[in-house]
């Protein structure tokens, strides 16, 4: 079973930063792409920024230069900086890992539970 657990959000005035965590656990044999996605009520969930194994790193337009995502192999995690927060930041972010499983014979996609980033103005 793949569990993946966000961490990090939480309530912040506008210009302040966050920093989000999600550790994937599980029986992990290799990881492809990590990212993170955001929800508010009545639109599509949307990407914010994701990183693959290697190569390009994506971001919205909305975010760039003030988001940041890296990720620790060792430690199967991902993270997002956030910084220069802006009210229209406010949604449910959700981790989203492509993964194969020791045994398993494809590659999978999960998603954690959502973390809730509320920004003040």
């Known amino acids: 079973q793949v569990q993946l657990v966000e961490s990090g959000g939480g309530l912040v005035q506008a210009g302040g930063s966050l920093r989000l965590s999600c550790v994937a656990s599980?029986?992990?044999?290799?990881?492809?792409?990590m990212g993170w996605y955001r929800q508010v009520p009545g639109k599509q969930r949307e990407l914010v920024a994701r990183?693959?194994?290697?190569?390009?790193?994506n971001y919205a337009d909305s975010v760039k230069g003030r988001f940041t995502i890296s990720r620790d192999n060792a430690k199967n995690t991902v993270y997002l900086q956030m910084n220069s927060l802006k009210p229209e930041d406010t949604g449910v972010y959700y981790c989203n890992v492509d993964l194969v499983q020791f045994f398993g014979n494809s590659w999978s996609n999960y998603w954690g539970q959502g973390t809730q980033v509320t920004v003040s103005s």
């Open positions: 599980g029986r992990i044999f290799a990881i492809n792409a």
């Open positions: 990183i693959p194994s290697s190569g390009t790193i």
